[in-house]
């Protein structure tokens, strides 16, 4: 891998100023006589020394920190995943905050894994497990009840599903192994989605119909929104996204 920026390049685009800034809310700062600093807004993303080249992303896992880091070294996503080099690399490294780089581009230190075959595998399992949910509902199934999945059923006093409060993702990974479709989890979904008239999209006429699904359900609709729950819990780093806290009741049905 060929850097971009090293030492002696920030040095020379310093001069002998101290500061100067080089993008939008982005600096090169002298640290002391033999490290330069790349900051982005308070964070020092990358750090140059004589012979190395450090890159962190501070937590901060956004467009604008993978620009800033590209100053300097090569950096792209791949399935949520950041990896060091480019598209047409064979063998790309994944991205971890503290990375040490010489100016020759070889890593100092040990590589991660990479996730990308596993997130994949995900993936391919949840999109499966989505359309499974959908033509469960379209064939017909009881409304949410006490016989669902208990981490699906119940909720919090805040509207958090017990899954989300207490099992984390590990439930769902067992609904997708053993294919267990619960009305609980379709309706959470749809809920999640931010559909106004959730019941609707199940195929639910009211909140004493003992079933729903069948043809007045929105199986596509429904789909998606499974989809979506799923990668949100399952997949983050692709999403950037947390799970949502629902209402206590909705349409009549009491989600506690």
Same mark, same amino acid.
């Given at each position: ?14 001069? $002998? ?60 996503? !791949? ?48 999109? +499966? ?31 958090? $599903? ?26 959470? +979904?749809?809920?999640? @989605? ?12 009211? +909140? ?11 199986? $596509? ?9 799923? @990668?949100?819990?399952?997949? +983050? ?13 909705? !349409? ?5």
């Amino acid at each position: 891998m060929t850097l971009r920026m090293t030492y002696a390049d920030a040095a020379e685009r310093l001069g $002998t100023r101290d500061r100067r800034k080089i993008g939008n809310n982005t600096y090169l700062e002298r640290r002391d006589e033999s490290t330069v600093a790349l900051v982005l807004h308070a964070t020092d993303v990358v750090t140059f020394r004589p012979g190395t080249v450090t890159v962190d992303s501070g937590g901060w896992r956004t467009v604008t920190t993978k620009d800033r880091i590209g100053y300097a070294v090569p950096l792209y996503a !791949q399935a949520g995943t950041w990896k060091v080099g480019t598209w047409q690399d064979p063998s790309p490294l994944v991205f971890y905050d503290g990375m040490t780089f010489t100016d020759a581009g070889e890593l100092v230190g040990e590589p991660l894994a990479d996730p990308t075959a596993e997130h994949k595998k995900v993936k391919r399992a949840i999109t +499966a497990f989505a359309r499974l949910c959908s033509d469960t509902l379209e064939q017909g199934m009881p409304v949410p009840g006490a016989g669902d999945c208990f981490y699906c059923q119940m909720r919090t006093d805040d509207g958090t $599903t017990l899954g989300d409060s207490f099992s984390g993702s590990e439930h769902l990974r067992l609904h997708i192994e053993e294919g267990y479709v619960v009305p609980s989890l379709l309706y959470n +979904a749809v809920l999640e @989605k931010g559909y106004r008239y959730p019941t609707v999209i199940l195929g639910w006429s009211g +909140a004493d119909a003992n079933t729903m699904g069948g043809r007045g359900a929105h199986g $596509t609709m429904v789909r998606s929104a499974v989809r979506d729950y799923m @990668k949100r819990r399952l997949l +983050a780093d692709e999403t950037g996204g947390r799970p949502v806290a629902g209402p206590n009741r909705s !349409q009549g049905y009491a989600v506690r």
